[in-house]
T-cell receptor
């Protein structure tokens, strides 16, 4: 079946602009995760959704970052007023019960902030 | 908090050599442990997992055993191939999926023919 998809695959933006990154999880997966992969920080967990709800947003790097999920499916990660340090690959993953801790990753969105 | 430590490499081996990539962890409770692999130009793929002490995960000739007494989950393969060249990430989950995965920094493995 189809895996996790993310769009766009690449995004180049100017400092100060807002960007939206999209994730389509595997159909039927109730859990959805966002991560950031950067050279300096490795892989960082950002946020987890169970259904449309995100119980803990403390992993988001700053208040410029927000995420939402609708219909228990598609999720968007929004970065407002982008900064150069936001440049990274943003990864989305999904999972399902009972093996909720096994996550299936999308190909990522490479964000470059000039 | 949770943390994972692994050798960062690059690790360079000849084809058919024996591979060990060390991974140790710190976690609350009884985490599940994972190895993920990222081949050049591709996304992260689950390689193997173990969910309780003494479990052995295996896939594609790779193995790792969950050692609670040494808090380790070392990855091994008896005979590596050029196609195994990739970045390998050790990871853990201690919240049953609710807290995301904690990853190590990744180990870049290069296999020379």
């Amino acid at each position: 079946g189809a895996g996790v998809s993310q769009s766009p695959s690449n995004k180049v933006t100017e400092k100060g602009k807002d960007v939206e990154l999209r994730c389509d999880p595997i159909s039927g997966h109730t859990a959805l995760y966002w991560y950031r992969q950067s050279l300096g920080q490795g892989l960082e967990f950002l946020i987890y959704f169970q259904g449309n709800s995100a119980p803990d947003k403390s992993g988001l790097p700053s208040d410029r970052f927000s995420a939402e999920r609708t219909g228990g499916s598609v999720s968007t990660l929004t970065i407002q007023r982008t900064q150069q340090e936001d440049s990274a690959v943003y990864l989305c993953a999904s999972g399902y019960r009972p093996t909720l801790d096994t996550q299936y990753f999308g190909p990522g969105t490479r964000l470059t902030v000039l | 908090g949770n943390s994972v430590t692994q050798m960062e490499g690059p690790v360079t081996l000849s084809e058919e050599a024996f591979l060990t990539i060390n991974c140790t962890y710190t976690a609350t409770g009884y985490p599940s442990l994972f190895w993920y692999v990222q081949y050049p130009g591709e996304g992260l793929q689950l390689l193997l997992k173990a969910t309780k002490a003494d479990d052995k995960g295996s896939n594609k000739g790779f193995e790792a055993t969950y050692r609670k007494e040494t808090t380790s989950f070392h990855l091994e393969k008896g005979s590596v191939q050029v196609s195994d060249s990739a970045v390998y990430f050790c990871a853990l989950s201690s919240g049953g999926g609710a807290d995301g995965l904690t990853f190590g920094k990744g180990t870049h493995l290069i296999i020379q023919p």
